[in-house]
């Protein structure tokens, strides 16, 4: 995708296939659907406006997120035995901006895990920064939880 037209199905589908690689714990593909310069946020405060104001519940840059997809695939991870079940559900995308060759989106996301028969749901709203090229790729993903201030019991699963 280049030029300066934007595809609302490209990137939905885009948006899609992120949520299905995750939900099939493909992490190695989830992985290179980012930029080698990506960031991965989950705040810890509503409307925080920076990562680097107050501790967030996840701040990744690219070799963070190579680290994580290590941890998630060894078959030993102590935080993922049994390993949970997800489904997630992204809805109410829309494109915020789009400038030269970055698209900025918006989405809304929920997510069940299941796991150790008990079942946690995750919701917010996420926001992607897409670079065009001759595929969409994420070079930020921002994820923010509507309880992003609340007791949460582990992030292992990407949100």
């Known amino acids: 995708m280049t030029g ?3 595809d609302q199905a490209a990137v939905e589908a885009f948006l899609l296939r992120e949520a299905r690689l995750l939900d099939e714990g493909r992490y190695q593909d989830w992985l290179e659907l980012f930029t080698a310069q990506a960031t991965y946020w989950v705040p810890s405060q509503p409307d925080q406006a920076s990562p680097k104001d107050t501790v ?9 997120l190579e680290a994580r997809v290590r941890r998630l695939l ?7 035995q049994p390993p949970s079940r ?8 829309t494109i915020e901006n ?5 698209i900025e989106t918006r989405s809304k996301l929920l ?3 299941y796991r150790r028969n008990r079942q946690r749901l995750f919701a917010g ?30 992030l292992v699963v990407p949100l």
């Not at 519940?57 to 070799?63: E, V």
């Not at 789009?98 to 970055?102: D, F, K, Q, Y």
């Not at 920064?129 to 609340?150: H, M, T």
């Open 74 to 80: 060894n078959p030993n991870i102590h935080a993922q």
């Open 111 to 113: 997510l069940v895990e």
């Open 125 to 154: 709203t996420c926001w992607h920064r897409l670079s065009r090229g001759p595929e969409l790729r994420i070079a930020a993903k921002r994820v923010d939880l509507i309880d992003c201030d609340a007791e949460l019991d582990g």
């Open 4 to 6: 300066a037209q934007i």
């Open 98 to 102: 789009s400038t030269g060759e970055l």
């Open 86 to 93: 997800t489904s997630r559900i992204v809805a109410n995308v």
């Open 56 to 64: 967030s519940l996840i701040y990744d840059d690219r070799r963070l």
